[in-house]
């Protein structure tokens, strides 16, 4: 142990512990964009052609917006969905009801499968820096 991990009193097995997490969170990450793009190309493609369908993908502000207001709303249950269209906001995000009509279960399941990915990596990601800085894991 040097002089410096004295003094800060760095734990290089915690420190590993972190970087064994980010990994974990990264690799999922990288799942996720996996899966954003697989997504996109099979049901939102086949959504945008559809002219009954292609007004009710929400608001795209970005590109690829699209594609997560129809995960967000083929994953988060319907009576959530639907008070989240019955806010005024309610235009931005996708209508659950002409989705759910014109999608198959693989279509369902792989917009689960983005969808829950990306929000716990999200979430994972977020809360690994804030333990990161608010516990000072970082040693300084």
Not at 19 to 45: E, P, Y
Not at 69 to 78: D, E, H, R, T, V
Request: glycine share 6%; charged share 15%; hydrophobic share 55%.
């Amino acid at each position: 142990m040097c002089i410096r991990d004295r003094y800060y009193g760095v734990d290089k097995r915690l420190m590993t512990l972190v970087q064994t997490i980010l990994s974990v969170i990264l690799a999922v990450i990288f799942i996720s964009a996996i899966l954003f793009v697989i997504f996109g190309q099979v049901t939102v493609r086949k959504l945008r052609k559809n002219p009954e369908t292609k007004q009710v993908l929400g608001i795209e502000f970005a590109s690829g917006m699209d594609i997560l207001n129809a995960a967000q709303a083929l994953s988060l249950p319907k009576a959530i969905v639907q008070k989240i269209r019955a806010n005024p906001a309610g235009a931005l995000h996708a209508d659950p009801d002409l989705l759910y009509m014109h999608t198959t279960a693989f279509d369902r399941l792989l917009a689960r499968l983005f969808y829950w990915s990306w929000m716990s990596s999200a979430f994972g990601l977020i809360a690994l820096s804030m333990a990161y800085f608010l516990l000072d894991l970082g040693g300084n």
